[in-house]
């Protein structure tokens, strides 16, 4: 089995504080969809987390019934007052994925430690327009969370630009069945570093 990058959902997290984080993306429908293997993968890694997820009203179908997620917050034309609300969560962390002028005023007025996704917007128009390609050869939900694997708590939970190599169930083969969907995985995998072995109890599979 090959994937191009893996997020891992240890049994121990040691999270005293209950961590609150605001996801923004205002649409596109696509790319709204996109974003719910983060909202996994925190969820999973930091079970008691609060995710809270602001967009636009019209697409409010799409994250409505999404159980990851603890608040939803839907943007209509008065942004004043869903500043007011968000400013009221004093959010640990304010991952931004939309990345317009929007998105900015809003984490200017909140005032919150926060990231924003880098659409590559440069290496975008070089691709439409002359042919050269340096966009980087990752998939976008990998994009999606780097900002959350490099300045948050879950930095030692996720792994990117990782080849997995096997996975199986600790404690099982091929041959023993019985009580395998209750054991936990054991995950062999190639990085920089080189092999590593790692369980968890659950593998977001985005491939």
């Not at 943007?75 to 317009?100: C, G, M, P, R």
């Not at 009580?179 to 659950?202: C, H, L, M, S, T």
Request: hydrophobic share 40%; net charge positive.
């Amino acid at each position: 089995m090959n994937y191009d990058w893996i997020s891992l959902c240890p049994f121990e997290f040691g999270f005293l504080h209950r961590m609150k984080i605001l996801i923004i993306r205002f649409s596109s429908i696509g790319d709204i969809v996109l974003t719910s293997p983060v909202i996994r993968c925190i969820k999973k890694q930091i079970p008691n987390a609060e995710i809270h997820y602001l967009t636009k009203d019209s697409y409010r179908d799409i994250i409505e019934y999404n159980p990851y997620i603890t608040k939803k917050y839907y943007l209509q034309n008065d942004l004043s007052t869903i500043v007011s609300a968000l400013k009221k969560e004093k959010y640990d962390f304010v991952l931004d994925l939309h990345n317009n002028q929007r998105s900015w005023l809003i984490k200017l007025m909140l005032r919150r430690r926060s990231d924003t996704f880098n659409k590559l917007n440069l290496e975008k128009w070089l691709l439409v327009n002359f042919k050269w390609n340096f966009l980087p050869d990752v998939h976008i939900v990998e994009r999606y969370l780097e900002p959350l694997a490099t300045r948050t708590a879950l930095a030692q939970h996720i792994r990117t630009s990782s080849r997995v190599t096997d996975i199986s169930r600790v404690g099982f083969d091929k041959l023993k069945s019985q009580g395998r969907e209750g054991a936990p995985f054991e995950i062999r995998y190639q990085n920089g570093k080189g092999p590593e072995v790692v369980r968890a109890d659950a593998v977001i599979d985005i491939s």
